[in-house]
């Protein structure tokens, strides 16, 4: 499964990358640091699935995964993201799963096992 992660802080991108490299059945495609550059790479690169944080400069994670949810081929939408009060709007923008910071390598499998089992 391709994996897009989308995060402005360098750090926490390198994380999720790290962890979704453990497993063998998931490549990181790609990685964007705005909304900007997250719709312009979904679009290009087509992952399955995209990482979002919520909370970054310009476009926020809500309104990427909105503009992201009118493809034909749309890729599931996990936010990873350090506030919970963004959850229903997130549910709203048709997000498969919703993971708060320090995303934990368990939720983060189980939320991309959903998101395969949907796709």
Sequence with gaps: ??????DDEQPARQRLRL??????????VGE???GNEA????????PDVVLL????????GIEVARH???????????????YDEYAIDAFDAHAVGYLLKPVRRERLFKALDHAA???
């Design 1 to 6: 499964m391709n994996v897009l992660i989308v």
């Design 68 to 82: 992201i949810d009118t493809g034909d081929a749309a890729p599931a939408v996990i936010f990873t993201t350090a």
């Design 53 to 60: 944080d919520i909370r970054m400069p310009g476009m926020n």
């Design 19 to 28: 962890l979704v490299e453990e497993r063998p059945d998931l490549t990181v």
């Design 32 to 34: 964007a640091a705005n």
């Design 117 to 119: 089992r949907i796709s």
């Design 39 to 46: 719709l312009a790479l979904t679009e290009s690169l087509q």
